[in-house]
């Protein structure tokens, strides 16, 4: 890219161009009516700042004139920048200004530019500042503004509001994250450069779409690349299409229209992911309509019954997180051997309305279900029966690393007439079936004759096997045998 920066600075020093001249390296036409075209400095004169460590008057912080009219380079610092201004009291003019590793003292001085009215074009690289302090003054001659190669992280969107005749605007290679918005520009504005700068496409920057007269005016926007965390590597324009995409989608749809969508991520086969956030909107059922490619959805705080969408609606059937909680669900066993339950990664159901459900179908749809991740049990009026009781402890038990909430998952049980409330983990089969501990053989005749089955059937096997062997050593039949007719 340093080519690429080279020939801006070319460019906007042969700012001096007779009118309807093209400069040398912009399709912007800078005219000057006072300027023949052989004074157009020539490609020898370097007006980039590369190397700008070696020049003699950069260990003081200087600046120096060039043959070329009206050009100074400044290394380091400004300091005689007013003298090099003015001769015998007599101000000189001043057309391109190039300032290079410009300390941040030195640049919050740049406000004074108004003392360069005749100022066409001004270049700023390699400076350590982080940050614009000031706006630009008012100033009607300056058409091309070059800031690249420094530590600057935030501009606001009045910096150049009041350059009249800005045209050019370059301001690739910083450490720009965000713009708080488009920039405020003149009218005849052309050409707005931004690339080479991290940004962060988790910030808005949907106006590079949303408003064409403003996105038209980057003329690298095909070239921004996303350095955040979620969208790395990926183009801008790409991961902001696809966020007004999902954002009209849910504009068009009556369900939809009060919600918020959002991208979530997108996986490196540019598939979109997106969240839909209905929480707290008085829906009683589940939306019938969602857009393609959602895979999470918050409907909390609403007033739910039924989550038989889950089932039989194909727009769920890619969404694997859904926020249930604080609703009025009473049954999930609709969803027995679905592939919503198969396919889920994360199940809130937080604050609903259960009190039983089928403890197996849950318990065979995570044993087939290696992506789930994370389910929530807890604040529902759950009622332990002798056997839906234990049925859920285990479940809780065996699942504890995906029910982060399992030790707050409460049920109410009978205990004699009375009814008590307590956590399920806590309790045990005692207190669930009402077993007095001292009694409990008595209150149980099938595991009795269990016992009573399989201590036969050891005696059988015994007495089988005893007779086989003195059969073998004696040779003779059991005595039961001689009896039989």
Known sequence: MFPMKERFAVGVANADLVAGQQSLTLTTPISDTTTSTSQIIPKRVSNSCANWENEPVATDGNCSRLAQPGLIRCHGGINNLQRLNSKHGKLLPVRQLLLCGLPQAAFNRLGELQRFPQLRSLTIEYGDFTELTFDFPEMFHLQAINISWTNLTHISSRTFKRLHTLKI???????????????????????????????NCTRNFKWLLLQPDKGRLVADRDELICTDGKYKELQMMLVMHYKVTVRKECESHEELRNCTCLMTYMHKTYTPHYTIICSNLQFNRLP????????????????????????????????????????????????????????????????????????????????????????????????????????????????????????????TYSNGDELRHAKVLSLTREDMCNVDPVDEWFMHPIDLLNCIFASLILLILGKLGYDYYFYRYHGKVPWIVLKMP
């Not at 488009?182 to 009218?187: A, E, G, K, T």
């Open 169 to 199: 605007l370059d301001l690739r290679w910083n450490q720009l994250i965000q713009l708080e918005g488009p920039l405020i520009l003149p009218h005849t504005f052309q050409q707005l450069y931004l690339a080479g700068n991290p940004w």
């Open 288 to 411: 019938s309509y969602l857009p393609v490619n959602t895979s999470s959805l918050y409907i909390n705080d609403n007033l739910i019954s039924d989550v038989s969408p889950l089932r039989d609606n194909p727009h769920y059937r890619e969404v694997v997180d859904m926020q249930l909680s604080n609703n009025r669900i009473t049954n999930i066993d609709i969803l027995e051997d679905t592939y919503w339950l198969q396919n889920f990664r994360m199940l809130n159901l937080h604050g609903n309305l259960l009190r039983k459900f089928q403890v197996y179908a849950l318990d065979n749809a995570l044993e087939d279900n290696p992506q789930a991740i994370r389910l929530l049990f807890s604040k529902n009026p759950w009622h332990c029966t002798c056997k839906f009781g234990m049925r859920l402890r285990q479940l809780l038990t065996k699942y504890i690393n995906i029910v982060p909430d399992a030790y707050n998952v409460t049920c």
